[in-house]
């Protein structure tokens, strides 16, 4: 399961029968308390030549982090409000900029203009490291702001999409669609293939015309299924990958698939279970299962290559591929260095001992892990 808390959102007003607030507890319960024990790690006789870059801090992060990696530089959000930008090479702080609020989102940028969101459903957006204007915001969002285009979009629990004018904070337009009764408190998909904006909503992928907000295509990557609402919550979990104009992204405890953005079609999904994003390239796809079983699928195919059971219950963040590595962090702040072609251990890494959260971000050659405490671990080849 993931090191971060699990929250189940309301999407919308309605009425809770008894048995459905029951369903939650048992799965918050499940998420929280009940884990099994995780595999012990042994030594790895390092087999790459990866080392600890440089260092630095930027508080807490409790949310659901979203690390800008763009120009040579790292763009990174904490807990208190801090936006800190470093460089990728040497670590050295290039500015830091506040909100002024503790964060429930961030941060996205497009290189000029960064954007976060606080606790009290606020969208602030820098010019620089000067906040250069405040929009309230309809509900609350855990999804860090995608900077695109001279805008900013939004995407809020409830999975309803806002545009943003990045230059004074006009509101463009909504697309408020028809969604779930529950959703997850956690980052969704929103990302732009080309002059399209493709959002998660639900179980579904959805192509957005960016300038206008009208839906363009909408495909499901998991057919939900389960006695109640709480059993059919499939999510999709942010950030996706994408190879071109391939998005592949995971179903909340129910799939792995990959879209064709350009045609707005299923490649292909695969039944599994796991609650973080997956990572990968144009050849595999990789993921952890809700007990933290790491598989490869092929990009292309979705045909599973490898599996490995060596990290099991270890709490395991979505996976980046750095070289010939895919890589995990797990629940203790180690970072495991897995061969991509088969998950043999390539390389274990420690940090400060807390868990690893998001997925790692990789600028160049130089790969950006965070910790909850707000540790920031650059390694490189």
């Not at 900077?147 to 943003?164: I, K, N, P, Q, Y």
């Not at 980052?187 to 904006?197: C, K, P, R, S």
């Not at 299962?289 to 059971?309: C, M, N, P």
């Not at 203790?332 to 072609?341: A, I, S, Y």
Request: charged residues 20%; aromatic residues 6%; contains cysteine.
């Amino acid at each position: 399961m993931s090191p971060a808390p699990i929250v189940i959102a309301h999407a919308r007003r309605r009425a809770w029968p008894a048995m459905l607030a029951a369903a939650v507890s048992v799965l918050l319960a499940a998420c929280s308390g009940s884990r099994p024990a995780p595999t012990p790690v042994k030594d790895v006789a390092p087999k790459i030549g990866v080392r600890q870059a440089w260092s630095a801090r930027v508080g807490g992060v409790q949310f659901a982090l979203g690390v800008v990696a763009r120009d040579g530089r790292f763009v990174v959000a904490g807990d208190d409000g801090t936006v800190l930008a470093l460089d990728a090479e040497t670590g050295l702080e290039l500015w830091r900029a506040q909100a002024g609020a503790p964060l429930s989102a961030g941060v996205g940028s497009d290189g000029r203009t960064h954007a976060v969101v606080t606790r009290d459903n606020e969208l602030v957006a820098f010019d620089g490291t000067r906040v250069a204007w405040r929009a309230r915001l309809q509900g609350s969002v855990s999804t860090a702001p995608l900077v695109a285009g001279e805008r900013v979009f939004v995407l809020g629990v409830d999975r309803s999409v806002a545009a943003f004018d990045a230059a004074d904070g006009h509101r463009l337009w909504t697309l408020q669609r028809p969604g779930e009764p529950l959703t997850l408190a956690s980052g969704g998909v929103l990302t732009a293939v080309q002059n399209t904006l493709v959002a998660g909503q639900g179980p579904r992928m959805a192509g957005i015309d960016p300038q206008a907000g009208t839906l363009r295509w909408e495909t499901p990557i998991a057919a939900p299924r389960g006695a109640n609402e709480v059993e059919r919550l499939a999510d999709l979990v942010g950030p996706p990958t994408r190879i071109g104009n391939t998005l592949c992204a995971r179903a909340f405890q129910a799939a792995v698939g990959c879209v064709d953005s350009a045609r707005g079609a299923l490649l292909w999904s695969r039944n599994t279970g796991g609650v973080n994003a997956v990572g990968g390239d144009e050849e595999l796809i990789f993921g952890a299962d809700g007990s933290d079983r790491i598989v490869a699928w092929k990009t292309a195919s979705g045909e599973t290559t490898w599996s490995s059971e060596r990290l099991l219950h270890r709490q395991l963040s979505a996976p980046t591929v750095l070289g010939p590595a895919v890589v995990f962090g797990d629940l203790e702040g180690r970072v495991h260095f897995l061969d991509r072609k088969d998950g043999q251990p390539l390389l274990m890494l420690s940090t400060d001992g807390s868990p690893v959260v998001g997925k790692p971000a990789l600028a160049g050659t130089t790969l950006l892990v965070v910790t909850r405490k707000g540790g920031l671990y650059a390694f490189r080849q």
